[in-house]
């Protein structure tokens, strides 16, 4: 079964740190880069992080520096290291494949950020 589940949201003050897990179908997560992306309320989806199958990683500007994306082959999970958090990291974050599968997307979790 082609799935992918995220977990790891809540709500946290402006500054500090979560850490959202990914758990991905083998036949999705073994021959595909990965990536976070993120929904923010009344704006696009975007793409924040991502993850090649041998661990290059990328980044949108406004996450570099403050979150690491990682990704385990032996448990088929991929992971998104959030620090520094800020208000304008609330959004609902998603992982799919780089490039997004429509068919796979997930519920999500949300991250809240007060501040």
């Known amino acids: 079964q082609v799935q992918l589940v995220e977990s790891g949201g809540g709500l946290v003050q402006a500054g500090g740190s979560l850490r959202l897990s990914c758990a991905a179908s083998r036949i999705i997560f073994s021959f595909n880069p990965m990536g976070w992306y993120r929904q923010a309320p009344r704006k696009q989806r975007e793409l924040v992080a991502t993850?090649?199958?041998?661990?290059?990683?990328t980044y949108a500007d406004s996450v570099k520096g403050r979150f690491t994306i990682s990704r385990d082959n032996a448990k088929n999970m991929v992971y998104l290291q959030m620090n520094s958090l800020k208000p304008e990291d609330t959004a609902v974050y998603y992982c799919?494949?780089?490039?997004?599968?429509?068919?796979?997307w997930g519920q999500g979790t949300q991250v809240t950020v007060s501040s």
């Open positions: 993850i090649t199958t041998g661990g290059t990683t």
């Open positions: 799919n494949t780089v490039p997004e599968r429509t068919s796979y």
